[in-house]
């Protein structure tokens, strides 16, 4: 078994120890740790993960996988990720979908082949107000238009 | 109309550094609050009438009351920020704009129950505010305001911000704690009696982000003053949000009691582009539709709300135009609860996902009485007979979507 963390995740991991009374709190800081050195979580790495934390590998993909923002498989480099929930269709978040669609030649739930960019339809990002909000990995667009989306996605490389 | 305790720095510039908030007025409710002993903090507390704002408004004093004292066990603060209810967008402001003051209410609150460790759990999506908070706990690590002796008193406190990763339920008190503890959220059955939380076998509080936000003031001002604002219930003040179909969406801090027609008119400048409301959902998606004609009389409160059949809830206001058709509404909702459901009871696993498909087969006109008859009678399997109160939401959008817009739903099918 050859993954393992990177020497700034150790580090991170070893304080992280300290801060909860017993170990099995670190799975989801863990599994995120993973997931921003890798992009996503492999087999391997959850089996590293099940070893440092004194748990059966099982363990650690039934939580894995619970959780909707750990992607068990490889996603584009870009998650574009458009909120569909009431207040963002009721301004229009549809129109935004279908836009980034066009403009990418994908449907939500596909990535491009040059693994760039995927498309996710997202439950409600806690930005009602600013609606209609897309999320491009961690950075919120907020009140967006397909003008500010072009834009964007045009300066990603 | 709009008052303001919790947002007053909001439109400070730069407020979320620890130098600006301290300067207006920040961690200044600490000297008075190490004056006090715990007890006499947490009696404040529960004579300020101060109500839970993560949307149930459970009394804050009565469950902090749950906690042995003295306690064998370690006990711990758990502060709620997954805000993931459609429609709710207010802990975020304070993350945003004040994360200090989320702290020093920590202090209060954790003091309060003789507690030195604090968990954030902060929903996965909010990485900018989860940034912004832990910028602000290490500035007050740094200025010994956190850590071992709290500001040079004899108290030691710890703050941890625990990132969640996408799930809705883990908003749901025992859920977040079985997240903590690094399962899958599961709501937990709860007792016969109240009890407190159990955080690894040790009893502990879960409290909303604004709930906790708000006790800096009453310690530092006491629960006259606290009571001075809103209504003899529901005392205090509450920020509450539109978004939708409102000329200006957003979050204002008003006292409980005041009209909401004013609030949506006078405040969020009514419907947008001059159009007519329909209806509103008062408090996040999980509390009953109500219809524009029935929101005349009614006020932002708790009693009120109940009264006319729905509830206050997060306080998150969506407004609906007269464009809109109510099975389009009650679809989208559906695929909502359909995705977030934990899985663990089998009405609700099975009767949110068979809703959202009968839904769909009606809107695509394939539907008969038949089938949305089963759909009004899905709503008794999923009220009141699973674990937590995820499946009778879904319960309460099939009766009053359906109660109140009948003909919509019922132009659909043969
Ligand atoms: C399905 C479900 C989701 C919930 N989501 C949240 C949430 O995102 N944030 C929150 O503060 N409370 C949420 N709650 C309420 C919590 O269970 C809990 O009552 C609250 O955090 C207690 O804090 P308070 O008394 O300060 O309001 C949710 C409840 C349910 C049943
Ligand atoms: S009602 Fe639904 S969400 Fe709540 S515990 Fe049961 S399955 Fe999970
Ligand atoms: S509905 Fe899209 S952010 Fe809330």
């Known amino acids: 078994m050859s993954w393992q963390f990177s020497e700034k995740n150790e580090k991170k991991f070893q304080e992280l120890l300290k801060r909860y009374p017993k170990k099995d709190s670190l799975t989801l800081p863990c599994l995120w740790m993973i997931q921003y050195q890798d992009g996503w979580i492999c087999e391997d790495a959850m089996k590293y993960l099940a070893k440092k934390l004194d748990m059966s590998p099982m363990d650690i993909y039934s939580i894995a996988s619970f959780y909707s923002m750990f992607h068990l498989k490889p996603v584009g480099k870009y998650n574009i990720q458009v909120c569909k929930t009431l207040s963002c269709q009721l301004r229009g978040s549809q129109s935004i979908k279908k836009h980034i669609e066009n403009r990418l030649g994908i449907k939500a739930g596909e990535t491009t082949e040059d693994m760039k960019f995927t498309i ?33 996605i045009g300066k990603l490389k | 109309m709009i008052k303001k305790i919790e947002s007053k720095n909001f439109d400070i510039k730069d407020s979320h550094i620890l130098e600006v908030a301290r300067k207006n007025g920040r961690y200044s409710s600490l000297k008075k609050l190490f004056s006090m002993s715990s007890e006499d903090v947490l009696e404040a507390v529960d004579k300020s009438g101060l109500r839970g704002k993560g949307g149930g408004g459970a009394q804050t004093g009565g469950k902090w009351k749950l906690i042995p004292n003295p306690s064998q066990k370690p006990t711990y603060l758990i502060v709620n920020a997954d805000e993931s209810e459609p429609g709710t967008f207010k802990d975020r402001q304070i993350l945003e704009f004040d994360p200090h003051l989320l702290i020093e209410g920590i202090i209060c609150s954790s003091y309060a129950i003789k507690s030195h460790h604090a968990y954030i759990y902060i929903r ?6 989860a940034k912004r908070l832990q910028a602000a706990i290490d500035e007050a ?6 850590g071992e002796n709290v500001l040079g008193y004899d108290y030691k406190l710890d703050i941890t911000l625990h990132r969640g990763a996408g799930a809705y339920i883990c908003g749901e008190k025992s859920a977040l704690v079985e997240s903590l503890e690094g399962k899958r959220g599961h709501p937990r059955l709860k007792p016969q009696q ?12 879960v409290n909303n982000v604004e709930t906790i936000a708000s006790v800096p003031f009453i310690v530092e001002d006491g629960f006259e003053a606290y009571r001075a604002f809103g209504t003899q219930k529901s ?5 509450f949000g539109m978004s939708g179909h409102v000329q200006k969406p957003g979050i204002y801090e008003m006292q409980f009691g005041e009209s909401m027609s004013e609030f949506i008119n006078r405040i969020g400048g009514g419907v947008k582009d001059g159009k ?14 109500l219809r524009a004609d029935e929101i005349e009389d009614i006020t932002l409160d708790y009693e009120s709300l109940r009264a006319h059949g729905s509830s206050l809830g997060t306080g998150g206001m969506i407004l609906m135009d007269e464009s809109v058709f109510m099975p389009d509404v009650v679809k989208n909702l559906f695929e909502f609860y359909h995705h977030e459901s934990c899985g663990q009871c089998t009405p609700c696993r099975e009767g949110v996902g068979w809703s959202d498909k009968l839904m769909g087969k009606i809107l695509d006109g394939h539907g008969t009485k038949k089938d949305l008859q089963t759909l009004i009678d899905l709503s008794f399997i999923l009220n009141g007979k699973t674990i937590c109160v995820f499946a009778p939401s879904v319960a309460y959008i099939i009766d009053s979507y359906i109660g109140k817009f009948k003909d919509e739903f019922y132009s659909l099918v043969k």
Not at chain 2, 194 to 205: A, D, I, N
């Open chain 2, 276 to 289: 007519k409301l329909k209806a509103i959902i008062p408090g996040g998606s999980s509390t009953h539709v």
């Open chain 2, 194 to 205: 109240k009890e407190p939380e159990w955080f690894f076998g040790c009893p502990s509080v």
């Open chain 2, 141 to 146: 690590y740094n200025a010994k305001i956190l």
């Open chain 1, 120 to 152: 996710t339809e997202v439950e409600c990002l806690g930005s009602c107000g600013t609606a209609p909000c897309v999320c491009i990995n961690d950075d919120y667009i907020q009140n967006s238009t397909p003008e500010m989306i072009d834009e964007i």
């Open chain 2, 124 to 129: 996965g999506e909010y990485v900018f505010w």
């Open chain 2, 235 to 239: 005392p205090g003040t509450m920020l």
